[in-house]
């Protein structure tokens, strides 16, 4: 029963994720703007694009997703995250200390794993939910199309990839970042985000 309550109130992994994502909401908002901004794009929003401009769109919201997710791991610092990512990838004792922190961490405690993930995925659930309905049961769409704002060719997906970048894509970026620093006990207390 202890360890049921305690599970619940020790999801660290989600508190730091949420924590990370209202301390630099402008960060995370505005690099979250610029993909949502490059898939609109894409879709045709303003009219078509040719392949070239759709390669570059392609180019410049891959890198905000980049940018994001290396901020989050560096925890604001992006040489930090970027070092992170380096060492993980050649260095083969680091890669080896930080798996068997995992594991460890993993077995001791997978009920705060397990609570985190769940309760992300009914957070994701849910801003999905009111995405769709945003796109699908409001007058938000057509509006956008009698006042010019989209092309008259563009479809729901445009609504619905903005938000989703705004949004559920950021904060699944932060959540995969922190859980890896959750994981090798590289995060572990509010002071850190």
């Known amino acids: 029963m202890k360890a049921n309550i305690r ?11 949420l924590l990370f994502f209202r301390s630099h909401y402008l960060i995370v908002l505005g690099l979250g703007l610029i993909a949502a901004v490059g898939r609109i794009v894409q879709l045709g929003a303003f009219g078509s694009i040719s392949p070239t401009l759709h390669v570059v769109m392609e180019v410049v919201i891959e890198s ?3 940018l994001l997710f290396v901020y989050a791991l560096g925890l604001t610092h992006l040489k930090k995250g970027f070092f992170r990512i380096k060492l993980m990838l050649t260095s083969g004792k680091a890669w080896k200390e930080n798996w068997q922190k995992a594991v460890v961490r993993l ?21 999905n939910l009111l995405i ?19 092309a008259e060719q563009s479809s729901e997906w445009v609504i619905i990839l903005f938000f989703k970048n705004l949004s559920v894509i950021p904060l699944t970026l ?6 890896l620093l959750w994981v090798t006990g590289s995060v572990s207390g509010r002071d850190n985000a």
């Open 132 to 150: 769709d309905y945003t796109a699908y049961q409001t007058c938000l769409y057509y509006k956008l199309k009698i006042n010019n704002i989209i």
């Open 64 to 66: 905000a997703r980049i």
């Open 174 to 179: 932060i959540f995969n970042a922190l859980f």
């Open 107 to 127: 077995r001791s405690e997978w009920r705060s794993l397990l609570a985190s993930f769940v309760i992300y995925l009914l957070i994701a659930w849910v801003i």
């Open 7 to 17: 599970t619940i109130q020790n999801v660290a992994w989600l508190r730091e994720t």
